[in-house]
């Protein structure tokens, strides 16, 4: 089982970034997925998550209108598009595959928002 996520960086508040998480050795299409993140000193928390179909989705109260979550089954890939980034949005971010007995956890990406 791999989850790998990508598309880290240093932006520019007011930037854009898009995450990937490629999924591997397990169904994909049968899970949820969610994005998580972690900024030092502080805890885990949920930034999005999409249903196995993606057609249910929900963001924290503040990502909402900013953050986009989608997956392309596929593809055994999970997105999150963020937009209008700001230096709060500076964490490690992690996606998380979910079923009803098992998850999974990828290793995270960096994201930095700072001028």
């Known amino acids: 089982v791999q989850l790998v996520e990508s598309g880290g960086g240093l932006v520019q508040p007011g930037g854009s970034l898009t995450l990937s998480c490629a999924a591997s050795g397990f169904p994909f299409s049968s899970y949820a997925m969610t994005w998580y993140r972690q900024a030092p000193g502080k805890e885990r928390e949920l930034v999005a998550s999409?249903?196995?179909?993606?057609?249910?989705?929900y963001y924290a109260d503040s990502v909402k209108g900013r953050f986009t979550i989608s997956r392309d089954n596929a593809k055994n890939t999970v997105y999150l598009q963020m937009n209008s980034l700001k230096p709060p949005d500076t964490a490690v971010y992690y996606c998380?595959?979910?079923?009803?007995?098992?998850?999974?956890w990828g290793q995270g990406t960096q994201v930095t928002v700072s001028s």
């Open positions: 998380k595959a979910t079923s009803s007995y098992l998850n999974y």
């Open positions: 999409i249903s196995n179909t993606g057609g249910s989705t």
